[in-house]
Nanobody, 118 residues
Framework: QAHFVESGGGLVQPGGSLRLSCAASGLTFSDYSMSWYRQAPGKERELVARIGGIGGNSDYAGSVKGRFTISRDNAKNTVFLQMNSLEPEDTALYYC???????????WGPGTQVTVSS
């Protein structure tokens, strides 16, 4: 059973930056595409960014394109999300999961809270 643990969130002012990490276990990490999702209060969970298994291709939601960068370290079974120029609308609980066209596992991690506020 796959297991994901997200970290790196926090409180940041508009325009600031954060780097999220997601440590994965229970799967052959390099075999899987990985994705970051977020869920704001009262809203559906949405896909933020995704990256192929060997990191050669990536894709972003329109609202974060040009500000966020997804990357991965297959040696450490970890996927990252570098978030720059943060906006209050980025405030949400951020999660990761395997898969490129939707989450492959039901076992979501605890998420990491990102709050953008002055």
């Amino acid at each position: 059973q796959a297991h994901f643990v997200e970290s790196g969130g926090g409180l940041v002012q508009p325009g600031g930056s954060l780097r999220l990490s997601c440590a994965a276990s229970g799967l052959t990490f390099s075999d899987y595409s990985m994705s970051w999702y977020r869920q704001a209060p009262g809203k559906e969970r949405e896909l933020v960014a995704r990256i192929g298994g060997i990191g050669g291709n990536s894709d972003y939601a329109g609202s974060v394109k040009g500000r966020f960068t997804i990357s991965r370290d297959n040696a450490k079974n970890t996927v990252f999300l570098q978030m720059n120029s943060l906006e209050p609308e980025d405030t949400a609980l951020y999660y990761c999961n395997a898969g490129y066209r939707g989450p492959l596992f039901d076992s979501w991690g605890p998420g990491t809270q990102v709050t953008v506020s002055s």
